[in-house]
């Protein structure tokens, strides 16, 4: 059907097959093949010839890949629990986590039900940290001490932690923002009533951020599960916005599985919530357009990311934004035109790789130095926007300057992006910058 509707939309468009060739910076022979079923169409190259042909998305819908290799991990068992793409809520049997060391010396949290752990005697080293979920009921703490000194330094350590997943490997920035959200939890139990809120709100935001340092970590489940955690904890202190931010969350999820309806139906959903603040609402509207690039669908693409920029600038304009500008913000709170890199990275799986690299080109230059993991993961995308249009040389420089950073932020989604760029400098694998930076790409690839 690919072969069919490629051969139909060129010849309606009066297109020769040398002209789409040079349109979409793949030789003639390849497309020759393509059109007679010889050869299966690539994404890039379905949505390139979408945009050539002005086909709506319906190329690359024909060339979608249903198989694995979209998700993270890239292995089975990290799919979400549910169908909905929900994880399950967190219950009583989830809620006790503890730190375990391989006999090679390797640490790392390991989630246990609360009778296995009685039955161990983990109770007696865990102490108060075994309390069922983020509400403060049962008896608590005689002594209630005032909160506002500790709240101050945690507010301090989200900022610092932020800062250390910029630079760090997630695997090691994801067990300290555990302990942090259990620190704060045992706070919120001895907190006065009337700070028992914002203490169970600060531990909402650490428990989100632990779920964003699982996702780059590779764990699908583990996100979900900690973002839902994110959300009991947020409703305990009283707020309901973090159900909002979860779904923009759960639809990052969903866009890396390459689930564009999904993407937009959970982007959608956080929108039309009434209790969703509006820079939350520009953020959905941010991932949304991320769904409508999936699609295809440029038109919508471009109305999501008008939506988003008014409402993003709408925030800043409240009067009390300046305290969004802090730690607890939601959202990357280091790239100074989040819709300006958003709309370059749309270009890409819109197909429109020339205009994606000047976007991308203007935009990366903005990002702070030290925000390692912003400046790589659209870097990373700025680089597959060159090869994608043929400036192979220019794809190579930015993928050399890049890639001590990626290997050094280890993040599962940023991996994606460095394997679609593998295959894509793959088709140049006689030209000379390639054959110099092949050995460095695979080796990045093997770290991550």
């Not at 920035?173 to 139990?189: D, E, G, K, S, Y």
């Not at 764990?219 to 009991?232: G, K, Y």
């Not at 280890?410 to 593998?422: E, F, I, P």
């Amino acid at each position: 059907m690919f072969s069919a509707e490629l051969r139909f939309r060129r010849q309606q468009a009066g297109m020769s097959l040398e002209a789409l060739a040079r349109k979409v910076h793949y030789s003639k022979s390849h497309l020759s093949k393509l059109e007679n079923g010889a050869k299966k169409p690539s994404q890039d190259l379905a949505r390139a010839c979408d945009a050539a042909l002005a086909a709506d998305g319906q190329l690359s819908r024909l060339a979608a890949e249903k198989g694995p290799g979209n998700n993270l991990r890239n292995a089975p068992g990290e799919t979400p629990n549910r169908a909905d793409g929900q994880a399950e809520p967190p219950t009583d049997d989830q809620e006790v986590w503890l730190m375990s060391m391989t006999p090679d010396g390797g640490t790392g949290f390991v989630g246990m039900d609360r009778r296995t752990a009685l039955s161990l005697g983990a109770l007696s080293v865990l102490g108060a940290g075994t309390s069922a979920g983020p509400a403060v009921g049962g008896t608590a703490p005689r002594a209630r001490l005032d909160t506002e000194p500790a709240l101050a330094s945690f507010r301090t350590q989200l900022g610092e932690l932020r800062t250390m997943g910029q630079r760090m490997a997630p695997t090691m920035v994801f067990p300290i923002a555990i302990a942090q959200t259990n620190a704060l939890r045992q706070l919120a139990r001895s907190a006065p009533p009337a700070q028992r809120g914002v203490v169970l709100r600060l531990a909402a935001r650490f428990a989100e951020y632990t779920g964003w340092m699982a996702q780059e970590s590779g764990s699908e489940q583990q996100a979900l599960w900690w973002t839902d955690t994110a959300v009991s904890l947020a409703e305990a202190g009283g707020s309901r916005e973090m159900g909002a931010y979860a779904l923009v969350r759960r639809a990052l999820v969903t866009m890396y599985a390459h689930d564009s309806p999904r993407t937009i139906a959970l982007a959608q959903r956080a929108q039309r919530n009434p209790e969703t603040s509006t820079r939350v609402r520009g953020l959905a509207a941010k991932r949304e357009a991320q769904g409508h690039a999936l699609a295809g669908d440029l038109l919508s693409c471009e109305r999501a990311l008008e939506r988003a920029r008014a409402l993003l600038a709408s925030d800043e304009a409240a009067p009390e934004s300046g305290r969004r500008h802090g730690p607890e913000v939601l959202g990357s709170r280091h790239v100074s035109d989040p819709v300006g890199v958003t709309r370059g990275w749309c270009l890409v799986d819109l197909g429109r790789a020339e205009e994606a690299a000047r976007v991308l080109d203007q935009e990366c230059a903005l990002i702070p130095v030290d925000a390692v993991r912003a400046r790589t993961r659209f870097g990373v995308r700025r680089a597959i926007a060159h090869a994608l249009s043929g400036e192979v040389d220019q794809a190579c420089v930015i993928t050399t300057e890049l890639l001590t950073g990626s290997s050094e932020v280890g993040s599962a989604t940023v991996r994606l992006d460095l394997r679609r760029l593998h295959q894509t400098l793959a088709r140049y694998h006689g030209h000379r910058s390639v054959q110099e930076l092949s050995p460095m790409l695979l080796t990045a690839l093997s770290r991550a």
